[in-house]
């Protein structure tokens, strides 16, 4: 298992521009979720799903969209980039039969918006 | 509503002290309690995590943390640290059951004196 991967690992945009962050799992977890890293903020949950099709926001969920069309992925678009979404992005995933809800991350893509 | 406090952004301890990082939580539910790890420009690694039953749990290098509910705590012990302990540290909560929803605290730099 290749677990929770994310691409790109590094990514530079400049204001407006739109871009799509990858996650993908190959677990069969019904739950994913979004999350962005700031320095002195700990990790705060942008969007999160618990199956294909099925999707809500989490406690940042402005200026991101996310769909489920699959089990395997969940995408994080950005349409219109801004310097505040400059941050570190996790995506992560968990199986409703796991041990206790532990959540696996991705090793995160590390966004500048210039 | 869950919310987490980790006391304390910055913590220096020298090689062969005990290391406390202090956590308290806040929720509405029996909580699900973890703390993970995160290494220089590295993902997040699960150290440890409580959910039910034994209220002192081990983790991984040494680690293992008490749920006082009387407390609301969750601290993070270790008798003796290491320089490779040197990291940032989150501690968790979820609702437990099917809230997956994970809320962090905003984390511990712990530095490790030789």
């Not at chain 2, 987490?4 to 509405?28: F, I, K, M, P």
Request: aromatic share 12%; with cysteine; hydrophobic share 35%.
């Amino acid at each position: 298992n290749a677990g929770v991967t994310q691409t790109p690992k590094f990514q530079v945009l400049k204001t407006g521009q739109s871009m799509t962050l990858q996650c993908a799992q190959d677990m069969n977890h019904e739950y994913m979720s979004w999350y962005r890293q700031d320095p002195g903020m700990g990790l705060r949950l942008i969007h999160y799903s618990v199956g294909a099709g099925i999707t809500d926001q989490g406690e940042v969920p402005n200026g991101y969209n996310v769909s489920r069309s699959t089990t395997e992925d969940f995408p994080l678009r950005l349409l219109s980039a801004a310097p505040s979404q400059t941050s570190v992005y996790f995506c992560a995933s968990t199986h409703r039969l796991a041990g206790y809800n532990e959540q696996f991350f991705g090793p995160g893509t590390r966004l500048t918006v210039l | 509503a869950q919310s987490v406090t980790q006391l304390g952004s910055h913590v220096s301890v020298s090689e062969g002290a005990l290391v406390l990082l202090r956590c308290n939580y806040s929720s509405s539910v029996p909580p699900y309690l973890f703390w993970y790890v995160q290494y220089p420009n590295q993902g997040l690694q699960l150290l440890l995590k409580y959910t039910t039953g034994a209220t002192l749990v081990k983790g991984i290098n040494g680690f293992e943390a008490e749920f006082k509910k009387s407390e609301t705590s969750f601290h993070l012990t270790k008798p003796s640290a290491h320089m490779s302990d040197a990291a940032e540290y989150f501690c968790a909560v979820s609702g437990g059951g099917s809230n997956y929803k994970l809320t962090f605290g905003k984390g511990t730099l712990l530095t490790v004196n030789p």
